[in-house]
């Protein structure tokens, strides 16, 4: 059995993520609901006419933070990912489990995250083809950002890059085909205890 490079680079991520759920006990607990704008990749329409690009997303992020390191659980959804038009229907939810890196300075806290999770895309052509249900990829995100405000109340913009693994295998398992990026820019609300 031989392993390519995104099987190791999947497991690897995983180890880290496991690795960095292993926060202090001290660490700081958060939520922080955002809303953003998708951006580049296949955040767009599709080479079709009467297509109208439709980018806003909404989600949250939960986690822990240390003096250094922490992880993060994010939850996104875009309705119309790659576009509005008549007969077209789409949209892309992301479940992303995240190792953080937090140095604590105040009142502007930077973090790097890297991570792995789920891209599910569902898109319609029809209304007949409502029922058709979606597709589920494997997938990692790497990006970073800024917490701005007091250890429990501020603002928090984030920048990620989103890569679903092409032709991903894992122990000769086929758990994904597509290849999805894009990327995604948000602001939100950042609440801390």
Same mark, same amino acid.
């Given at each position: 059995m031989s392993i390519n490079k995104s099987s190791f680079l999947v497991l690897s991520l995983f180890v880290l993520a496991l690795l960095g759920s292993?926060?202090?006990?001290?660490?700081?607990?958060?939520?922080?609901?955002?809303?953003?704008f998708n951006f580049g990749g296949d955040a767009q329409c599709p080479e079709i006419t009467?297509?109208?690009?439709?980018?806003?997303?909404?989600?949250?992020a939960l986690g822990r933070m240390g003096a250094i390191a922490g992880f993060e659980q994010e939850f996104?959804?875009?309705?119309?990912?790659?576009?509005?038009s008549p007969g077209l229907s789409s949209s892309v939810l992301t479940v992303m489990s995240s190792l953080m890196i937090t140095p604590q300075l105040r009142p502007i806290r930077p973090y790097f995250a890297v991570g792995v999770g789920l891209i599910r895309t569902n898109v319609e052509l029809n209304a007949a083809s409502i029922l058709g249900g979606g597709q589920n990829n494997f997938g990692w995100n790497i990006g970073g950002g800024?917490?701005?405000? $007091?250890?429990?109340?501020?603002?928090?913009?984030?920048?990620?890059?989103?890569?679903?693994?092409?032709?991903f295998e894992l122990l000769g398992i086929p758990?994904? &085909?597509? &290849?999805? &990026?894009?990327?995604?820019? $948000?602001?939100?609300?950042?609440?801390?205890?």
């Open positions: 292993a926060v202090p006990a001290g660490a700081q607990g958060f939520i922080a609901p955002f809303a953003g009467d297509c109208e690009d439709k980018r806003l997303n909404a989600g949250v996104a959804y875009t309705k119309d990912f790659f576009g509005s800024l917490i701005i405000g $007091s250890k429990n109340v501020g603002l928090r913009g984030d920048i990620r890059f989103i890569h679903a693994f092409d032709d758990l994904s &085909d597509t &290849d999805l &990026d894009f990327g995604r820019a $948000s602001l939100g609300l950042y609440l801390g205890w």
